[in-house]
């Protein structure tokens, strides 16, 4: 069984900054790209960064220069540096991690609990 946790959301005013962590534990033979995505409600869940096991980093165009991804691959942790944060960016953020597990040998998408993250203006 795998999981996903996640932790450092919270409230913070416009132009400050949060982490997100992620940490995968769990039977896990290997975990392929990481990444977080965000929800508000009444619409889809949106890709924000992800990061490929060799580091290799994609973002979507609005935090593009505001925010860094990163991950620690011996530790199975991926987290999310949030600078300069709009009120836009306030949504749930959901950490996700391609996993493969002994159970099937094959990977699989798993997901975090979510974390809410508050932007005041």
């Known amino acids: 069984q795998v999981q996903l946790v996640e932790s450092g959301g919270g409230l913070v005013q416009a132009g400050g900054s949060l982490r997100l962590s992620c940490a995968a534990s769990?039977?896990?033979?290997?975990?392929?790209?990481m990444g977080w995505y965000r929800q508000v409600p009444g619409k889809q869940r949106e890709l924000v960064a992800t990061?490929?096991?060799?580091?290799?980093?994609k973002y979507t165009d609005s935090v593009k220069g505001r925010f860094g991804i990163s991950r620690d691959n011996a530790k199975n942790t991926v987290n999310l540096q949030m600078n300069s944060l709009k009120p836009e960016d306030t949504a749930v953020y959901y950490c996700?991690?391609?996993?493969?597990?002994?159970?099937?040998?094959?990977?699989?998408?798993?997901w975090g609990q979510g974390t809410q993250v508050t932007v005041s203006s």
């Open positions: 996700n991690a391609r996993i493969t597990t002994p159970a099937s040998w094959q990977s699989g998408d798993y």
């Open positions: 769990g039977r896990i033979v290997s975990i392929n790209a």
């Open positions: 990061i490929t096991g060799g580091g290799i980093t």
